[in-house]
């Protein structure tokens, strides 16, 4: 159990173009889902905190208008990465907070999605 | 500021091996604390947690040790094998927030 989905794995689009990427908790539901960056080599860098029903938290130095979550049901989270540039070429991976009965708050993580914006 | 130090930065260890990564912090807000490990091009996935009432943990080859009063806890990776070769993230969690340390590459010599 506890898998959690990311669509697409990878994707490249022309600098300009907005580029939506799903997270979905396949087997349980998440009030909370992150979304995290990550550059290579380098440990994971969390961009905003998405809770079902409510606007997300961002972190600070996170463009909100660039960076779109909506977190629309309790197993669907989407960043929306808006007039995308070179400089955004990343690996985005979300996470899903999973609660319950001898489950202590853990996180899963996506397979991450490879975003290159030429 | 980061808020779990972690060292090494890499590690090279022969199969069969002990590997030994450590992890420091200062919150006593704290409460639980995963490893996880990371291959390439891949998502983080959990290796093995432990909460700071436990000094430590085993599951198969992992092992964790936790020092509450030194605010340190290890992971220790016992007969390493090449398919351990991978990066591994230290955390620690101060409610839904989880905190990561910077990552070790590990990787082991056949």
């Known amino acids: 159990g506890a898998v959690v989905s990311q669509h697409p794995s990878r994707v490249i689009c022309k600098s300009g173009t907005s580029v939506k990427i799903e997270c979905r908790s396949l087997?349980?539901?998440?009030?909370?889902m992150f979304w995290y960056r990550q550059f290579p080599k380098q440990s994971l860098m969390l961009m905003a905190t998405s809770n079902e029903g409510s606007k997300a938290t961002y972190e600070q130095g996170v463009e909100k208008d660039k960076f779109l979550i909506n977190h629309a049901s309790l197993t669907l989270s989407t960043l929306t990465v808006t007039s995308a540039h070179p400089e955004d070429s990343s690996f985005y991976i979300c996470s899903a907070i999973l609660h319950g009965a001898g489950i202590y708050n853990e996180q899963f993580f996506g397979p991450g999605t490879r975003l290159t914006v030429l | 500021q980061q808020q779990v130090k972690q060292s090494p930065q890499s590690l090279i260890v022969q199969k069969g091996g002990i590997s030994i990564i450590n992890c420091a912090y200062e919150?006593?807000?704290?409460?639980?604390f995963p490893w996880y490990q990371q291959f390439p091009g891949k998502g983080p996935a959990l290796l093995i947690a432990i909460r700071p009432d436990v000094s430590e943990k085993k599951e198969g080859r992992f092992t964790i040790s936790f020092n509450k009063s030194a605010k340190q806890f290890s992971l220790h990776i016992m007969d390493s094998q090449p398919g351990d070769s991978a990066t591994y993230f230290c955390?620690?969690?101060?409610?839904?927030?989880?905190?990561f340390g910077t990552g070790t590459s590990l990787t082991v010599i056949p």
């Open positions: 087997d349980f539901q998440a009030t909370t």
């Open positions: 955390a620690a969690r101060n409610g839904n927030q989880f905190y």
């Open positions: 919150n006593t807000a704290f409460d639980y």
